[in-house]
C-alpha cells in the first residue's frame, strides 16, 4: 500500500504559506501524487471572484510557478480556480476589496489537513 511523503507535503505546505500572493484567498482539495520522478498536483484555488479570466489565469500561473520553481520541472499542475463567497470575506487579507461583505477576522495558515479537505475555508 502506499504511503504519503510526509516530508513532500510538508515542504509544499511551507512553501505555498511562506509564498503565498494576496489573491490566493483560499486553497483546498490539495493531492499529489508521486509517480517515479513526476509529481501530479491537483487543488483548487480560490480567487476574488471579479478577476477575469486571464487574471484568475495568472494567479495559477504564479502557483505553478512556485511549485516547479521548489520541486523542479517533473510537476504535472492541475488547479481548479473558484472565486470568493461572501463567507470568504472573513477570511480575506485583500485590503482594498471593493465589494467585501465581511470585515476581515482572521488569516487562515495553511497545514496539511486543511489544504487536504475538499471544504473552502471559512470562520
Not at 471593493?98 to 476581515?104: I, L, Q, Y
Amino acid at each position: 500500500m502506499d504511503e504519503a511523503d510526509e516530508e513532500l507535503l510538508n515542504k509544499l505546505v511551507k512553501t505555498f504559506n511562506e509564498n503565498r500572493h494576496i489573491n490566493w484567498i483560499d486553497l483546498h482539495n490539495v493531492r499529489i501524487i508521486k509517480y517515479g520522478g513526476t509529481l501530479h498536483l491537483d487543488c483548487h484555488l480560490t480567487v476574488p471572484w471579479y478577476l477575469n479570466v486571464h487574471q484568475a489565469h495568472d494567479e495559477i500561473d504564479a502557483l505553478a510557478s512556485l511549485v516547479k520553481k521548489e520541486f523542479g520541472e517533473s510537476v504535472e499542475l492541475f488547479v481548479h480556480n473558484d472565486g470568493c463567497l461572501d463567507f470568504s470575506c472573513k477570511i480575506c487579507t485583500l485590503q482594498d476589496c471593493k465589494v467585501r461583505k465581511h470585515a476581515f477576522e482572521k488569516k487562515i495558515e495553511w497545514t496539511l489537513q486543511n489544504i487536504s479537505s475538499n471544504n473552502k475555508h471559512k470562520l
